[in-house]
């Protein structure tokens, strides 16, 4: 009888496992539970899908369901919720349809996501308040915003003409450039000094004077106390003032939803996501977890952390399918947390440790350098300035991470310095790589390289 | 009594030498001879200063001459021609304005450049045959284009109304570009099946269907055999047929200009560059050579290799001058061969060793993989396919090298490679990189990325 791979949640990191393990072994008996209607999908399109750039939701599955089921041969049983695990007996319960029952497995993979973090303000649960992190949030956002839902207050003009948003992080901000292509006015509220916290300081004061150039109303350093309302929210109580608004959006991060790992004594590590080894497995060995749920190890510090990121769970599925059904251990890798995002016309990308109490933490003297340098040759006509921030341990001279920003030049010039990370390569080696050059694409020193030559400056 | 340090030649090299040794040791002596007007410029910024999108050719000079003067206290000499060179005698002929003299030297560097190769075709000297690698050829060709030059021959149409481009290497390719961007009908003629060939042959077909697209006469294999005209060109012969064309550019490469260090008995290497060692030192070790002019390392290969691009000669210039002025010997560093050239819309890049027949003399065993991958998230609109062509060592999964071709997405993700070469990563050390992504960026996936997975399926 063939072995049965039985695997929790069906986006990225399960599809991922369910189909690398189906290729290693057609003979394996593959199962997997999703909760919810969608799989596969891209939750980091829904802002342009909101936004309206993407017409159809369905654009943002990558896979559908039909073709796990009949191409691939996976057994994809959508609705159908894993409500506990027994290790030692090998199986789970599973909450479907038609009722209860347990399925046994030889190997489990527990890919659960995370879930929108919903603070405990007075009035979250007022209608007109929102979270962004899966497919049927966002139908339902983009349709409020179009006029297919009537607001039960007749007060709130309809459809929503603004909206504050709680959190200026990556959908803080991505759902402002959403909003404001919507013709909203755009609030956005962020209790720390500074927006994208883990893009550092240099970077995110270039990303807040932008906002304000596209007229988002920036509230730094302002915590919210409660969202106002009877039914319906009209407007949000923050840093002792009251402001107006007809909707409101929350995006204070991600939890990784690892309670179901727990409650069969899964270790779950500091950050709240499950703990794994190098091949994603729990302490049980026939027990692997991945992606959003999982830690994984930072290529820089080798610690254990979460950063709940596509490629990460899409890399860790895809080893552990390949463990799975291939039979020889894989690696799922490290990660140097690098990221990404796109905030109205700028690019905004960090990679590796770049604050430096997380640099102390880990046994480093960080030193850090902030440079600008033009996106093009000085003399090509359209280009614009690019600000790098690199980070380096003092004494070993070892690249500890980087941060960036700019209007062009951004999005793939960070995986030079995430390529650097995961080499181990110093401030020196970074500085005589031999980088591309033509004068539409940058000046003859590339930006990664006169940083890391102003840095080198400092460590000497 | 200080120092002199004399630099025979004032571009990217020899200004980057002399500055640098100059702000390391200020009561250095640095004297630069330029046998022409212009130093410290960027012939890269030609094609388009041509073609109108830059308009003044001193737009192009990074730093002018007044500054090396004045401000960095560099006694910079235009108009003087080096004739000769003592090397065991430690000076130099000089050619000035007010005649010849001898200068004495501790430290010479030799920064001569390269030239515009002119083959040896009937009708190479007739008016209106042009080559195209200095600012005074830039500005006579600008000039004509917009009808400065009255043509002696009055068969002519005037001002040139097509241009027949002799090479589709990076300048023959911009030069396309700059001449149809001023109206003009442009031919190309390669006596290779491909153009570009430093980039191999499935970047370049995606280039040359991008080139018939914009309406450039593209005729691959096909030999040149003379100029046709009285006093000014009015046609070529190549591949047994007659084609009209009111000028020819000629762009079939640059040899280094060694005669001088090869008179002095400096070693030329091969490549018919000036041969060094890791710091840039000739033979002699009071005498360097750096630029174009000079052999670099390849870092895949180990072997000297003469890549003339401006990166190489701004460092190895910088290196040359950390040494002179501050004491220390400092590496010159290895190169890529890295490189990234537009045209038209296309972006298109190489780095590393491509070329089987390049690898196998290297002592490799080289297998390549060719993917196309999409710039954006598939649901994200305004992507474009993106060519990558991976090279890497069958034993050792050792990459090798890789080039790249698409509308968006490539200049800077050429460097991802290129750092990795520099790490000397294996194809899968590349496929476990942790890559930015972000929808208006990428696939989840990076090309690179998949590129690497693809590639190592041949591997096993």
Redesign the interface.
């Known amino acids: 009888m063939s072995d049965t791979f039985v695997i929790v949640g069906g986006d990225?990191a399960g599809m991922s496992a369910a189909s690398k393990a189906k290729r290693e072994d057609p003979d394996l008996d593959v199962i997997v539970f999703e909760k919810g209607e969608w799989v596969s999908y891209?939750a980091?399109?829904l802002p342009?899908y909101v936004k309206g750039?993407?017409e159809d939701i369905e654009?943002?599955v990558?896979v559908p369901a039909e073709e796990f089921r009949e191409e691939r041969d996976v057994d994809l049983r959508t609705h159908h919720e894993v409500t506990g695990i027994d290790p030692d007996g090998k199986s789970v319960t599973v909450e479907g349809p038609d009722g209860s029952f347990e399925q046994p497995y030889d190997e489990l993979l527990i890919a659960t996501g995370a879930s929108a973090i919903v603070p405990p303000f007075d009035g979250i649960d007022l209608d007109g308040v929102y979270t962004m992190h899966s497919l049927p949030e966002g139908e339902r956002l983009k349709g409020i915003l179009g006029g297919e839902e009537t607001h039960p207050d007749a007060e709130i003009s309809h459809p929503p003409e603004s909206v504050a948003i709680v959190g200026g992080g990556y959908i803080g901000l991505e759902m402002a450039e959403a909003f404001s292509g919507r013709g909203l006015d755009v609030s956005v509220f962020e209790m720390l000094p500074h927006v994208l916290q883990p893009f550092g300081t240099d970077v995110a004061e270039v990303v807040e004077d932008h906002l304000r150039e596209q007229e988002v109303d920036l509230h730094l350093d302002t915590a919210v106390e409660r969202f106002v309302g009877d039914d319906h929210v009209t407007g949000i109580e923050a840093g002792g003032e009251t402001f107006d608004a007809d909707m409101v959006l929350v995006g204070v991060g991600v939890d990784a939803n690892s309670d179901l790992a727990a409650d069969a004594e899964v270790d779950v590590g500091e950050t709240g996501a499950i703990a794994t080894d190098e091949y994603g497995r729990t302490k049980y060995e026939d027990v692997f977890a991945a992606g959003d749920c999982a830690e994984a190890t930072n290529?820089v510090t080798g610690d254990p952390t979460h950063v709940p990121?596509?490629?990460?769970a899409?890399?860790a599925g895809r080893a552990i399918g390949q463990t799975v059904g291939g039979g020889d251990l894989t690696?799922v890798?490290?990660?140097?947390?690098?990221?990404?995002?796109?905030v109205f016309d700028l690019?905004v990308?960090r990679?590796g440790v770049i604050h430096h109490d997380e640099a102390e933490e880990a046994g480093f003297d960080p030193v850090s350098k902030t440079i600008k340098a033009p996106s093009r040759?000085?003399?090509?006509?359209g280009g614009s300035p690019i600000t790098i921030r690199l980070t380096a341990d003092r004494e070993s001279g070892k690249l500890l991470g980087a941060s960036m920003v700019g209007e062009e030049?951004v999005?793939?010039?960070?995986?030079?310095v995430?390529?650097?990370l995961?080499?181990g390569?110093t401030v020196e080696?970074v500085e005589?790589?031999?980088?591309?050059?033509?004068?539409?694409?940058?000046p003859?020193?590339?930006p990664?390289?006169t940083a890391a030559k102003v840095l080198r400056g400092q460590l000497d």
Chains 1, 2 share one sequence.
């Not at 990121?309 to 990460?312: F, H, N, P, S």
């Not at 890798?333 to 796109?342: F, L, N, P, Q």
């Not at 040759?377 to 006509?381: C, L, T």
Request: charge should be negative; proline fraction near 5%.
């Open positions: 990225a891209g980091c399109g342009y750039e993407i654009d943002l990558a290529v990121l596509a490629l990460t899409n890399r690696e890798g490290d990660i140097a947390g690098t990221a990404v995002v796109k690019e990308a990679t040759a000085h003399y090509y006509p030049g999005a793939n010039r960070i995986d030079t995430a390529t650097a995961h080499a390569m080696d005589y790589l031999d980088l591309s050059y033509a004068p539409p694409f940058g003859t020193w590339d990664v390289l």
